[in-house]
């Protein structure tokens, strides 16, 4: 297959570029504008296969698009471009309706007249792939049962409500043009290369620099933990074998509360980089909530393992202790993000 990638040096998107470099035979064109949160060190193990290359557009630049779609031809577009980190989506909600409402229809606008062309066998053959997220169906109390593919949108936060709307937009140009596209929602994910704006990266190299661990409210919130290649192995069976129309809800069934989370990553760093000064967990800081903060998310992924003949393979301890092992592993990634790129409010870190 000839499989275009949106988003392909963020954190998931790479983790698929990734896969489908490392684990397949398919040509890859990674469309990335690279905004803060994109890495091409993530694909340094890649990016020099002749199978692979990159396009530095944005999916809201619309000859950009239709020429490096009409060159590359592809047989499979994944969406994974976007803007998702929802506490920036509270402070700064433009770019979010920019990037994940606009050009989403951008490119489904684009990629559906270039479907029109392409010849009947490799029209029949053509998938769309809008990765979404589970932020969608809205938040869950203690007793709820997980979310479905079935469960009502919901969505609370300005990054979820941008999420909701491209997933509308995509089910809609399936309906109405009958245009071959189809969406997975998925859980938190984690994993190397994550930026470090978000929960799980966020405490681990705070927690190697013997910096606070700022946990919002109280720490009870819950969330469902998937390791990112777990994901990407998921996502990349889908556009191989996913049907339009289709909606998979991916998870790992990995349920963890934020303090729980918090208090593993200090044990793992603390037994991988232990501290004289005594055990990280005295480093955890409650601080005030996020504004709307969603209780719990989780997600039954019984219909996506089903079809997709697909399932997670990391459980929530073994995936992080790779993850923790990444980071401390790879200290220049992150060291050289933080001095140079990030404003470092979000960090714990002092201005
Ligand atoms: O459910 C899927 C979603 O998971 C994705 O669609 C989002 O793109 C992704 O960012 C993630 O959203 P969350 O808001 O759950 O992720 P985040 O890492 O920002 O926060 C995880 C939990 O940890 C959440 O309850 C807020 C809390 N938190 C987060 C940060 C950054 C803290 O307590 N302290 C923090 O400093």
Redesign the pocket.
């Known amino acids: 297959m000839r499989v275009a990638v949106t988003g392909g040096c963020g954190f998931i998107g790479s983790a698929v570029v990734r896969h489908l470099m490392q684990r397949t035979s398919h040509q890859v064109l990674n469309i990335d504008c690279m905004t803060y949160a994109a890495s091409e060190e993530s694909l340094a193990a890649v990016s020099s296969d002749p199978r692979y290359r990159h396009a530095p557009i944005s999916i809201n630049d619309r000859p950009a698009l239709e020429k490096v779609l009409a060159e590359f031809q592809p047989d499979a577009i994944m969406h994974l471009a976007a803007e998702?980190?929802?506490?920036r989506s509270i402070d700064g909600p433009d770019v979010f309706i920019q990037t994940n409402i606009v050009g989403t229809y951008c490119l489904l606008d684009v990629a559906h007249r270039y479907w029109l062309k392409l010849e009947a066998e490799k029209k029949t053959g053509f998938r769309f792939l809008h990765i979404s997220?589970?932020?969608v169906f809205g938040h869950l109390a203690p007793e709820d049962p997980p979310f479905t593919e079935d469960t009502a949108y919901d969505p609370r936060s300005p990054?979820s409500a941008s999420?909701a709307a491209s997933d509308h937009l995509v089910r809609a140009w399936y309906h109405t043009y009958g245009f071959p596209a189809f969406v997975t929602n998925?859980?938190?994910?984690y994993g190397p290369w994550h930026f470090p704006?978000?929960?799980?990266p966020?405490m681990i190299i705070n927690a190697l620099e013997g910096r606070p661990l700022?946990?919002?409210g109280r720490?009870e919130?819950l969330?469902d933990w998937l390791f990112v290649e777990d994901h990407a192995a998921a996502l990349v069976r889908a556009v191989e074998c996913g049907k339009p129309g289709e909606t998979y809800a991916i998870g790992a069934r990995q349920p963890r509360s934020?303090l729980d989370v918090v208090r593993r990553i200090c044990a793992l760093v603390d037994e991988l980089e232990p501290d004289p000064a005594g055990p990280r967990e005295r480093l955890i800081s409650f601080v005030s909530d996020?504004p709307g903060?969603?209780f719990r998310?989780e997600i039954d992924p019984g219909h996506a393992e089903r079809c997709l003949d697909w399932k997670a393979e990391h459980d929530f301890e073994t995936g992080l202790r790779r993850t923790v092992q990444w980071y401390v592993d790879n200290r220049s990634w992150w060291q050289t993000l933080r001095k140079q790129r990030y404003d470092g409010r979000?960090l714990g870190v002092e201005k």
């Open positions: 998702s980190h929802v506490d997220t589970d932020e990054y999420k998925t859980t938190n994910n704006e978000k929960l799980i966020l700022p946990v919002y720490g919130n969330r934020n996020r903060h969603d998310y979000r």
